[in-house]
């Protein structure tokens, strides 16, 4: 497994990376499905959401135990009122081979009218959806115990009307560690470094449609991600047992897509957690789209963050003896403008639902 980080590493860093120009930027750079991602500022790198691994960093995989099923649906983009995000998978823990999930994310832009034009106008030829389909298998192991490390496959399937729908594929890596800082009777202090690097190999996708033999080479963004998080959590057994009382999560992360000037981010954010079953989220990014023009004074994304979740550990109330958890995280949330352009548009709201088995 070293040699394969090693030659991973190596062979990336060699790459005559080509520039990315927007390439399915809805599934790398749109509505996160994770509710508690979009809420925490959408950092992605330090472990926060373990289950919606289309995004998230797959080294977090290895923090879950037994096995997990889990859902997001999200609704409304921009003018797109009908359009609608949809995740889902599986994922499965076992000592000491691993952690693997499958996941499945599902953009649905819609339907829309096929038309072709002739000596006569233009004529219906039918109605097709538009589609964004990303399918994601992770691997995820400790190596060592020194840190954990995760692997991505990706498979990404465009549909947009044409008989030759856009496919391609792409691989990523991401490595988290964790360090116990303070850990006694009544406080416990971790940091948790992370860093994720999506596309590695600088793959690209290929356009061609029906009414031209000319074909479109879009290349994938390579986006590097590195982060730091501080959990810190208060325990007082003879007043709640089961958990801590009260916790403090904080997290930086830094976001730089490596062929291309823009999309650099710097996203903040953070979580209060009571009693293990109530959270209360809020965080901060700042992601850099372009250049200084005359009708903006730059063009951008950023936006404050907030949301809420809820966990049923159901193991707690009935004496050890269903070791069951029910998650539901959710937001609702104004959608981000560009630069100084202020749409009138409706909020957006992500709802996520994960039950975990834990086998005793």
Sequence with gaps: MKKIIIVLVVFASFLNAQDYNETASRIFFGRHPSAKTESMGRILTLGYDNNFLTQSNPASLMSTEGISIFYSQSSRLYFFDDLNYYCGGVSYKKENIGAFAFNVQYIDLGEFTKTTINQYGPIEDGVFRVTDQLYTLTYSNTIYNWFSLGINVNLLNQT????????????????????????NTLIRDDVTIGTQLKNIFNQSITYKSDVSQDSEVGYLPSIFRIGISNVVEYFDKKIYKHSHLIGLTTGFEYQNVLNSDYRTAYKFGGELSILDVVYLRFGYYHETLGVKSSYFDEILLEEFTYGFGFNLNLEHYLNNQFPMSIKIDYVNLPQPSHGNFIGDWDNFNTFNLIINYRFH
């Design 160 to 183: 947009m009307g044409w008989e030759n729908n856009p496919i391609g594929t792409f691989f990523e890596v991401g490595l988290l560690k964790s360090f116990n800082l303070i850990e």
